[in-house]
Protein backbone atom coordinates (compact mmCIF):
# COMPACT_ATOMS: atom_id res chain seq x y z
CA UNK A 1 0.00 0.00 0.00
CA UNK A 2 0.94 3.38 -1.21
CA UNK A 3 1.24 6.41 0.72
CA UNK A 4 -1.69 7.88 -1.76
CA UNK A 5 -3.81 4.65 -1.04
CA UNK A 6 -3.21 4.60 2.59
CA UNK A 7 -4.73 8.24 3.31
CA UNK A 8 -7.45 7.34 1.01
CA UNK A 9 -7.90 4.52 3.28
CA UNK A 10 -7.43 6.77 6.49
CA UNK A 11 -9.47 9.85 5.44
CA UNK A 12 -12.33 7.40 4.42
CA UNK A 13 -12.20 5.29 7.88
CA UNK A 14 -11.77 8.32 10.18
CA UNK A 15 -13.47 11.54 7.39
CA UNK A 16 -12.68 14.24 10.59
CA UNK A 17 -8.79 13.63 10.35
CA UNK A 18 -9.36 15.76 7.48
CA UNK A 19 -9.54 19.81 7.64
CA UNK A 20 -8.60 22.95 6.18
CA UNK A 21 -6.61 25.48 8.23
CA UNK A 22 -5.86 29.05 7.86
CA UNK A 23 -2.61 30.41 7.31
CA UNK A 24 -1.13 33.91 6.69
CA UNK A 25 -0.32 34.83 3.40
CA UNK A 26 2.92 34.34 1.85
CA UNK A 27 5.83 36.86 1.60
CA UNK A 28 8.95 36.87 -1.33
CA UNK A 29 12.02 36.53 0.39
CA UNK A 30 15.11 35.85 -2.91
CA UNK A 31 12.91 35.30 -5.35
CA UNK A 32 10.79 32.58 -3.63
CA UNK A 33 7.52 32.68 -2.08
CA UNK A 34 7.69 31.80 2.54
CA UNK A 35 4.79 31.61 4.70
CA UNK A 36 6.31 31.92 8.13
CA UNK A 37 3.51 32.64 10.91
CA UNK A 38 3.53 35.00 12.84
CA UNK A 39 3.78 33.52 16.74
CA UNK A 40 2.40 36.70 18.72
CA UNK A 41 -0.91 36.00 17.15
CA UNK A 42 -2.85 32.94 18.23
CA UNK A 43 -3.83 29.71 16.38
CA UNK A 44 -6.01 30.83 13.72
CA UNK A 45 -7.11 27.19 13.07
CA UNK A 46 -8.51 26.86 16.68
CA UNK A 47 -7.45 22.95 15.74
CA UNK A 48 -6.35 20.76 19.03
CA UNK A 49 -3.69 18.08 17.71
CA UNK A 50 -3.16 14.97 20.12
CA UNK A 51 -1.07 13.34 17.71
CA UNK A 52 0.91 14.60 14.39
CA UNK A 53 2.19 12.73 11.51
CA UNK A 54 4.17 14.42 8.96
CA UNK A 55 4.98 12.20 5.13
CA UNK A 56 8.11 13.48 4.68
CA UNK A 57 7.99 11.64 0.58
CA UNK A 58 6.00 15.02 -0.01
CA UNK A 59 9.28 16.64 1.28
CA UNK A 60 12.40 14.33 -0.40
CA UNK A 61 10.98 13.93 -3.40
CA UNK A 62 10.85 17.66 -4.11
CA UNK A 63 14.01 17.94 -3.10
CA UNK A 64 15.83 15.40 -4.99
CA UNK A 65 13.78 15.42 -7.81
CA UNK A 66 12.87 19.33 -8.55
CA UNK A 67 9.97 20.30 -10.86
CA UNK A 68 11.33 23.92 -11.22
CA UNK A 69 14.95 24.51 -11.22
CA UNK A 70 18.14 22.21 -11.34
CA UNK A 71 18.90 18.70 -9.61
CA UNK A 72 21.05 18.71 -6.93
CA UNK A 73 24.52 18.18 -7.93
CA UNK A 74 25.30 15.96 -5.02
CA UNK A 75 23.60 13.57 -1.89
CA UNK A 76 25.02 16.64 0.27
CA UNK A 77 23.11 19.25 -1.84
CA UNK A 78 19.95 16.86 -1.54
CA UNK A 79 20.19 16.66 2.08
CA UNK A 80 20.68 20.84 2.96
CA UNK A 81 17.24 21.18 0.81
CA UNK A 82 15.56 18.66 2.11
CA UNK A 83 16.55 20.05 5.86
CA UNK A 84 15.33 23.85 4.52
CA UNK A 85 12.63 22.57 3.33
CA UNK A 86 11.14 20.39 6.45
CA UNK A 87 12.00 23.31 8.35
CA UNK A 88 9.90 25.75 6.78
CA UNK A 89 7.30 22.80 6.13
CA UNK A 90 7.24 21.45 10.19
CA UNK A 91 7.16 25.08 11.48
CA UNK A 92 4.33 26.21 9.48
CA UNK A 93 2.52 23.49 10.43
CA UNK A 94 2.95 23.11 13.94
CA UNK A 95 2.71 26.99 14.66
CA UNK A 96 -1.13 26.25 12.43
CA UNK A 97 -1.79 23.47 14.52
CA UNK A 98 -0.19 24.38 17.78
CA UNK A 99 0.17 28.07 18.23
CA UNK A 100 3.43 29.13 19.66
CA UNK A 101 3.04 28.36 23.08
CA UNK A 102 2.04 24.49 21.82
CA UNK A 103 -1.05 24.58 23.45
Given at each position: ????????????KY?????D?????????????????????????????????ID??????????????????N????Y????????I?????Y?????????
Open positions: MGVPAFYRWLSEPKIVSVLEERPFVLDGHPICLPDARQPNPSELECDNFYLNGVIHPCSHPEHGPQPKEFEMVRCLAFFCYYINIFLIFGFFGF
